[in-house]
């Protein structure tokens, strides 16, 4: 039975969990995304959407492949906010593998402007 | 939180390289945008996949044409296929591989490069053809439904394929994913792969899926059927099942089953005909799908045991011994020559001809003179089984050849009946009283006989019941009656007579001798030596207390005087009796026949005629009365118009010859006559009683009595001539009965007196007249008597006094 993904381009989906958090109220997304660069990753907010992309780049060896389950290449995830977030005090991280990104929750809907969330290297 | 609809980023640009390997696939399309599993067990293509696997993990995917083929070449294949990368990759214990491809795009082979370690080609992308338009649009959602309603038609395809399908809302994704997904042949899939244009493949898509959903629908209908069909047999078992067990519990255990398993066992036990066999086996294998409470149930069974019971191939071996068959005729009747010779010459004739279908034997004769008891006798010679039906008064066809089967409680007709009694398919069949069948509205039971008795029609005798042909071609028919007058003609005309005539007194003192004392002695459970009965002592019985052709009242008289005797002896009265004329005459009482035509005929004007009868001879009063009048005839006592006719030609022929008769010829002109025949309740035919007419006319007139001893019979005509009658030796044993004399015939009856018995013969003195003239002469015979005057009737003392 063959898999059939909708507009299928040559790109994988990590697995994200969403959860929001009081004092103060945040919305924090986890993307389980090990192996990646964090320098060539993209995260995009428009207003209640959050684009997530990058690159887990394939090992080049030279050799016989017994088993090949990792998906390498160009990742990408979008996500649908469950309510308004402020761009402006928002944060990102990486690290063991996890890549973090903590929305505060705003009080008025933000600009409908495409924002971009730098990542922060840590360990 | 849900996935976005439209992503956000173009599609990332994959760069296909013009030079791939290809792997060729068998009985599978892989299109672009869509993930594939495949099995990779070849060694050049797992080749192939480590290669391409440690590269760049593209590589192009070509159908093989041949599906048969084990390592197809570049002619094998088809040239437009799909570039695709290995997504992911496992190689399993056996050595074999398992890949996970993802299509990207349409290529097509523009080259072949190498065939070793595995097929190379130089390809270039076919990009689809899409112009934007309403028509695009409209094919699109009408794909969408289509496939839509599939979904949940078909159990292999999952319901997720539902979301999938809704958001891809790109035509050729849409195209691909139902190409993709559905299970139809692979030629299909290769030309819907290579159509580029979209528009095109929408449409074609669209067909294959009306197609698909036709055949799904139809599928799910036949399913839906055979479903509810299954579930009615399982109603139909459970419900069966129950009841029996509740039959069981009510002590009946499936007794219908075990009913047709006998009736089955029965058949197959027997012998029939190949169409009788067949006729049963249907009836029986409908009497199987028949619940045992149907009313046509009982309507099968009762037909399937008839043809079980029928012999259809049961016979007796035939004995046709003649001296033997002469031996047991002999036995069992007393004299009747003519009749035994004629039955040993029919016996014989079927020995030499080895078939016993001649014409069918018919006894004629008065009652109890042993017409069946000779039908018993020829079957007990044969060796025959031995059958007798009664027709008497049969005036329904469907009492010979039954009901037809749909008539409630429909029974075959008498005749396979009675064969069913014989067991046997070639009994000797006495059919009784054959002249007293009837005929009405309901059908005419003669016809139906026509077809039992010729033997031209017999050999497939189609009873109405049965409505299976029935042999009856080995039947030895035999049929008695007491005239042939009512037998109807074409009956008459199958039949071979044999007249039997009533017995002599001297023939009847004979049986009763040799057959009825001893049989009436056995059946009163008497001993000769105990019970005697005297000679003259039958002879008293037969002459006084009955009369008749037979000896059916004979044998009843006998058995009166037995009884009495078993009676006397049972109480201890006796030890022995002896029954001499006294002994009889008491038990008997008062003689029943006697002088009665000395006591009629001492008046004149009285005659005694003699008629024959079905039941034998009888004598016949005439009687003549005449009072004042105008020389009129009347006549009186159910006589027919011959009769009547025959009265008025005696008296005419009277009147005429009055005065050479020595008559007073004014007498006729004063008078009226009015002759009356008794008894008046009995009707009367034939002209036979022409002399006895004239004589009781000449009689009256004259005064002159007839003599009391003298019987007469014969035709008179106008100019006074005795013309012949017939059943002279009927009428001649009835005037030995009635205690006669004198017997005056026709004279052309002479050779018949032939016929009669040697010891009648002796006892009867004849007159042979040709002329009335003779027979007055010999009938008023001018003893003292006749002048004699006496006291009589108002009628002749009024003539007197004129």
């Known amino acids: 039975m063959p898999r059939f993904a909708a507009g299928m381009r040559l790109t994988h989906r990590p697995q994200i969990d969403v959860f929001r958090t009081e004092d103060p109220p945040a919305l924090t997304l986890v993307v389980e995304i090990p192996g990646a660069n964090p320098d060539a990753m993209t995260i995009v907010l428009d207003g209640r959407r959050l684009l997530i992309a990058g690159e887990r780049e394939r090992p080049r060896v030279e050799g016989r492949w017994y088993r090949s389950e990792i998906e390498y290449g160009p990742f990408e995830r979008e996500v649908s906010l469950p309510f308004d977030v402020s761009v402006e005090e928002a944060s990102a991280s990486y690290r063991r593998g996890l890549l973090r990104i903590v929305l505060p929750v705003a009080d008025s809907p933000p600009a409908p402007v495409r924002v971009s969330i730098e990542v922060l290297r840590t360990g | ?802």
Not at chain 2, 202 to 220: A, K, M, Q, Y
Not at chain 2, 398 to 416: C, D, F, K, M, Q
Not at chain 2, 641 to 663: I, K
Not at chain 2, 736 to 749: F, M, Q, S, T, Y
């Open chain 2, 1 to 802: 939180m849900t996935e976005l609809e439209t992503p956000l980023l173009e599609p990332s640009d994959v760069q296909i390289p013009q030079v791939l390997p290809i792997l060729p696939l068998r009985e599978t399309v892989v299109f672009p945008e869509s993930m594939t599993p495949l099995a990779i067990g070849q060694e050049r293509s797992i080749k192939l996949v480590d290669d391409v696997v440690a590269a760049d993990r593209m590589l192009a995917l070509l159908t093989s044409r041949d599906h048969e083929k084990e390592t197809p070449g570049f002619e094998d294949l088809y040239t437009v296929g799909t570039a695709a990368v290995i997504h992911k990759m496992i190689r399993v214990p056996d050595g074999t591989l398992r890949v996970l491809v993802q299509g990207i795009r349409r290529i097509h082979l523009e080259e072949t490069l190498d065939t070793d370690p595995y097929l190379l080609g130089r390809f270039v992308e076919v990009p689809d053809v899409l112009e934007e338009s309403r028509e695009v649009e409209a094919l699109t959602r009408n794909v969408q439904n289509l496939f839509a309603r599939i979904i949940g038609l078909v159990p292999y395809l999952p319901e997720e394929l539902q979301l999938a399908a809704a958001n891809v809302d790109d035509p050729s994704a849409l195209c691909h994913l139902v190409a993709s997904t559905l299970r139809i042949k692979t030629d299909e899939k290769q030309r819907l792969l290579e159509t580029a244009n979209v528009e095109e493949r929408l449409r074609d898509v669209s067909r294959i899926l009306n197609r698909e959903l036709e055949v799904f629908e139809l599928g799910s209908k036949i399913q839906t059927q055979v479903q509810s069909e299954i579930e009615k047999g399982q109603r139909e078992f459970f419900l069966r099942q129950q009841l029996k067990a509740i039959q069981d519990e009510l002590g009946e255990s499936d007794p219908e089953r075990a009913e047709v398993e006998e009736l089955r066992e029965r058949l197959g036990a027997l012998e029939l005909p190949e169409d009788v066999r067949k006729a049963a086996e249907r009836e029986l294998a409908r009497l199987e799908r028949l619940p045992a409470a149907a009313a046509e149930h009982g309507v099968i069974r009762t037909y399937l045991e008839w043809i079980l019971t029928l012999p259809w191939s049961e016979a007796t071996a035939d004995n046709l011994d003649l001296d033997h068959a002469r031996e047991i005729l002999d036995a069992d009747h007393y004299d009747l020559e003519k009749v035994k010779e004629r039955i040993v010459e029919y016996l014989a004739v079927s020995k030499l001809k080895n078939d016993l279908s001649g014409p069918v034997l018919c006894f004629v004769g008065p009652p109890g003179v042993g017409k069946t008891s000779l039908g018993q006798s020829i079957a007990r010679a044969l060796g025959r089984k031995f059958v007798r039906i009664s027709v008497g008064g049969v005036r329904d066809e469907s009492e010979i050849r039954g009901h037809r089967r749909t008539y409630i409680g429909a029974l075959p007709g008498t005749i396979l009946r009675a064969l069913r009694d014989a067991e046997s398919r070639n009994p000797v069949f006495l059919i009784d009283e054959i002249d007293k069948m009837g005929s009405d509205f309901r059908g005419d039971p003669a016809s139906a006989m026509l077809e039992v008795l010729d033997p031209e029609q017999h050999s497939g005798f189609r009873d109405h019941y049965l409505d299976l042909p029935f042999d009856l071609s080995k039947v030895l028919f035999i049929c008695t009656a007491n005239t042939t007058d009512t037998i109807p003609a074409p009956l008459l005309d199958r039949m071979d007579l044999i007249q039997l005539s009533g017995y002599t007194e001297d023939e009847k003192f004979g049986i009763a001798r040799k057959y009825l004392v001893p049989k009436q002695l056995r059946e009163h459970g008497l001993t000769p030596s105990r019970t005697t009965i005297l000679d003259r002592a039958v002879r008293l019985v037969i002459r006084e207390y009955t009369r008749e052709a037979g000896v059916r009242n004979l044998e009843r008289r006998l058995a009166e005087l037995f009884r009495k005797a078993a009676t006397q002896i049972a109480r201890g009265e006796v030890d022995k009796v002896r029954i001499d004329e006294a002994r009889a005459r008491e038990w008997l009482g008062p003689r029943r026949f006697s002088g009665e035509v000395r006591k009629r005929t001492t008046e004149p004007g009285v005659a005694t005629g003699l008629a024959w009868t079905p039941v034998g001879g009888e004598i016949l009063f005439i009687e003549a009365g005449a009072y004042d009048g105008r020389g009129r005839l009347r006549l009186t006592g159910q006589l027919s118009e011959v009769m009547q006719e025959s009265a008025q030609t005696a008296f005419s022929w009277v009147r005429a010859n009055a005065v050479a008769l020595g008559l007073d010829p004014g007498w006729f002109g004063a008078h009226d006559v009015h002759i009356h025949v008794p008894a008046g309740a009995v009707p009367k035919d034939g002209p036979s009683a022409g002399v006895a007419m004239a004589t009781a006319i000449v009689s009256l007139v004259t005064e002159r009595p007839v003599a009391a001893d003298v019987g007469m019979t014969g035709e008179v005509t106008l100019t006074g001539q005795v013309l012949p009658i017939g059943g002279v030796r009927e009428k001649v044993l009835a005037a030995e009965r009635a205690g006669l004399k004198r017997v005056i015939l026709p004279r052309e009856n002479e050779p018949d007196l032939e016929e009669l018995p040697e010891d009648t013969r002796k006892k009867l003195e004849f007159v042979l007249a040709d002329e009335v003239s003779e027979v007055l002469e010999a009938a008023l015979d001018g003893k003292a008597r006749a002048r004699l005057r006496r006291p009589t009737g108002i009628e002749r003392r009024a003539a007197r006094g004129r």
